[in-house]
């Protein structure tokens, strides 16, 4: 993800930077007209941070240029976006143990808009409107023992009454004890598109990390 300025003012190619008029100007004695006394002095926000400068810009050019992605990258940067809260038996904790062959069933606990959208937001930046749709289209599961599982859901809750059924939806099995750290990765991808015509895409992963026990039936029973 890009981290953005809300800045002021509307976008230029050239300078890299929000640009806004500077009303009233300084003084021509100020440095920012570097001798000069045509033209205008806008002031100058960068997209990635930093404290915003003045520029001199010369009489008769049109500095600023709406770029309709910058504005999309800035949509992005203020979603109130993390990754999931883990779901799955068995549950982690030294005190849990899940089966050799038994079923293990993953979900993500916390689904909404933060965790798995969608989230829609819009803004206006020079008479450019954008519009920005970001969801999750897949979660990947890396179970620790070379198995990745891909859900295309946020996956079932386990409940007791399922017994030893396998999950509907999202589920693995182990084949070997052990204690493995297990990893959700949510698959992000965000499009946006722009008053202007112009569209396009993002795409980011959110991981979030736990450990499990895998024992053997046999080795619990001695």
Not at 13 to 37: I, T
Not at 38 to 47: H, K, L, N, V, W
Not at 172 to 193: D, I, L, N, P
């Amino acid at each position: 993800m890009v981290a953005c300025n809300s800045g002021s003012g509307v976008w230029s190619n050239a300078n890299n930077c929000y640009m806004q008029l500077v009303v009233p100007p300084p003084p021509f004695s100020d440095p920012e007209w570097g001798g000069q006394q045509e033209g205008q002095i806008y002031r100058c926000t960068p997209i990635a941070g930093g404290l915003s400068y003045q520029v001199w810009v010369p009489p008769g050019v049109a500095p600023v240029v709406v770029d309709p992605r910058a504005i999309a990258e800035q949509l992005l940067a203020e979603m109130p976006l993390q990754p999931v809260a883990i779901g799955i038996v068995p549950e982690p904790g030294p005190d849990s143990m899940g089966l050799v062959g038994l079923p293990t069933w993953m979900w993500v606990s916390d689904p909404g808009p933060s965790t798995w959208g969608p989230q829609t937001r819009s803004l206006t930046v020079g008479g450019v409107t954008v519009t920005l749709q970001a969801k999750v289209h897949a979660i990947r599961w890396v179970m620790g023992d070379g198995a990745v599982v891909t859900c295309t859901t946020p996956g079932t809750p386990y409940e007791d009454r399922f017994g030893s059924s396998d999950s509907p939806t999202c589920g693995h099995r182990y084949t070997k004890q052990g204690a493995y750290a297990v990893e959700a990765s949510t698959q992000w991808a965000a499009e946006w598109f722009a008053s202007t015509g112009e569209s396009g895409d993002f795409a980011w992963e959110m991981g979030s990390t736990t450990t499990i026990n895998v024992g053997e039936a046999q080795a619990l029973n001695q």
